[in-house]
């Protein structure tokens, strides 16, 4: 029963730096998704995919990178890291095909904090 | 096209009702909600579809209104188990599969 797994949970970087958020599921789902939250803000897309080879950028992709070389993995890599993007990072996967979404499975979280 | 979310906090007495409302501007192909409590990862409540169909979940239903673009949640005898944020999420269909949430209401029940 893992579902969505995330890592690292939390995470202490200086400026300029660089990182990748691993995320992976055991669901079998075509749709993965990175989302952001700060306090108030609600969820921010920052990238998503709907299947192995496919991305496309959300809302905020800038200073984000990510790639989808199997069904289960989806990693959020960090360039240059910046206070701005000190944030808490969901990664959620879903059994949507051909535009219809369905229900969002989250991990719990990584709490990034940019110095 | 982030969807618009009212009203942004609401305080409740337990065994009181409230509605959340969620606009958008753009056609909706589905409406999702969750609830996120403090700390944690947001947890799906339910989906509609285009079409205006009304779903329930124990003592927590929704509806969505085609011709207003809008979806409303509405919580029923409220229990404290209810506090948490709301969000809910745009899915504008076509060959997207991207969510896309609004602000977030946040809820407290008090005893």
């Known amino acids: 029963n893992a579902g969505v797994t995330q890592t690292p949970k939390f995470r202490i970087l200086k400026i300029g730096q660089s990182m990748t958020l691993q995320c992976t599921q055991d669901?079998?789902?075509?749709?993965m998704y990175w989302y952001r939250q700060d306090p108030g803000m609600g969820l921010k897309l920052i990238y998503y995919s709907v299947g192995a080879g496919i991305t496309d950028k959300g809302e905020v992709p800038n200073g984000y990178n990510v790639s989808r070389s199997t069904t289960e993995d989806f990693p959020l890599r960090l360039e240059l890291a910046a206070p701005s993007q000190t944030s808490v990072y969901f990664c959620?996967?879903?059994?949507?095909?051909?535009?219809?979404?369905?229900?969002?499975?989250f991990g719990e979280g990584s709490r990034l904090t940019v110095l | 096209q982030q969807p618009v979310q009212s009203p942004q906090a609401v305080i409740l007495r337990e065994g009181e009702d409230a509605v959340i409302n969620c606009s958008s501007s753009k056609a909706l192909y589905s409406v999702h909600w969750y609830r996120q409590k403090h700390g944690e990862a947001p947890v799906f409540l339910m989906i509609l579809l285009k079409g205006g169909e009304q779903k329930g979940h124990d003592k927590i239903s929704a509806s969505f209104n085609e011709k207003k673009q809008q979806s409303s949640l509405y919580l029923t005898a409220s229990q404290l188990s209810y506090s948490g944020t709301y969000f809910c999420g745009a899915n504008y269909g076509g060959s997207q599969g991207n969510l896309i949430f609004g602000k977030g209401t946040k809820l407290s029940v008090k005893p």
């Open positions: 669901m079998n789902h075509n749709y």
């Open positions: 959620a996967s879903s059994p949507g095909t051909g535009g219809y979404t369905g229900e969002l499975f």
